[in-house]
């Protein structure tokens, strides 16, 4: 792994100088959850959907959760509040900020110091655009043999220097070569992180492929199906309203 001060990583200098498989398993107990009765903190969770728009606005929802302390969905409180990163490899950040603005505007009917929380913990949610600002840096994490990039080498330095909560892939297939000879060494490389990673899964053709993980999310016509190893299958009814998911 190189070595790299921590000013020269792309990802930090946003926000400024501030053998798993085989494991037993152990059903977390209730305040080892990163999202309360939904999400395990330190765990892999997958977010797919089939033709519904609105996975990346959900997965924001989640980042914005974690990073404000503010109950995901409304409802499930997020238990350890901290640090997200957020890798977007398609949208710009236009298109984020939008969807930032929307979002705070919305969750503000629910949640009235939604502005004072943001403020108070504004470098809690760093968000990066690999298709606005790395123009020096591959999305890809690991080569074709499996071998870590400079891109997870930044990665896991920025997660391990600021003890992060949360990072999210947006889309996943994006940070993997697609002739990689060997998907369970991009798993062995993120379980390594040794944080919650969501994987936005966005093309179908890999549906199949994001299945070795601790919790899948599904959106669907009618809500949010959840497959945990721990705690089974949950069905969670949400509906799109103003550009946000909220449960009916």
């Known amino acids: 792994m190189t070595t790299m001060q921590i000013d020269e990583n792309p990802f930090a200098r946003n926000i400024g100088v501030q053998g798993w498989q085989k494991r037993e398993l152990i059903v977390p107990k209730p305040d080892e959850y990163l999202i309360g009765e939904l999400i395990p903190d330190n765990s892999l969770v997958s977010l797919q959907t089939n ?17 404000f302390d503010v109950p995901f969905l409304g409802t ?11 890798l977007n490899a398609r949208d710009a950040d236009v298109d984020n900020h939008r969807r930032f603005k929307r979002l ?33 840096v591959s ?28 990072i ?11 002739n990689i000879k060997n998907i369970a060494e991009l798993y062995q490389k993120l379980r390594q992180l040794k944080v919650t990673v969501l994987l936005i899964v966005g093309d179908k053709k890999w549906y199949n492929t994001f299945h070795e993980v ?24 949400l509906e799109m309203g103003a550009g946000i998911w909220i449960k009916p």
């Open 168 to 178: 999210v892939l947006d889309p996943v297939e994006d940070f993997f070569p697609a």
């Open 51 to 67: 033709g519904i728009y609105g996975k990346t606005t959900l997965a924001m929802q989640l980042a914005m959760s974690v990073a």
């Open 104 to 136: 705070v505007r919305e969750m503000s009917q629910t949640v009235p110091d939604i502005h004072e929380r943001i403020d108070e913990e504004v470098k809690n949610l760093t968000y990066i655009s690999m298709y606005d600002e790395c123009y020096d």
């Open 76 to 86: 499930y409180p997020c238990l350890q509040p901290g640090k997200v990163l957020y």
């Open 214 to 237: 601790e919790v899948g999310m599904f959106l669907h016509e009618n809500g949010l199906r959840l497959q945990s190893v721990y705690t089974g299958h949950r069905e969670i009814s």
């Open 139 to 166: 999305p890809h994490l690991i080569d074709m043999s499996g071998s870590m990039t400079k891109t997870y080498t930044y990665l896991r330095q920025f997660s391990e220097y600021y003890k992060t909560k949360l």
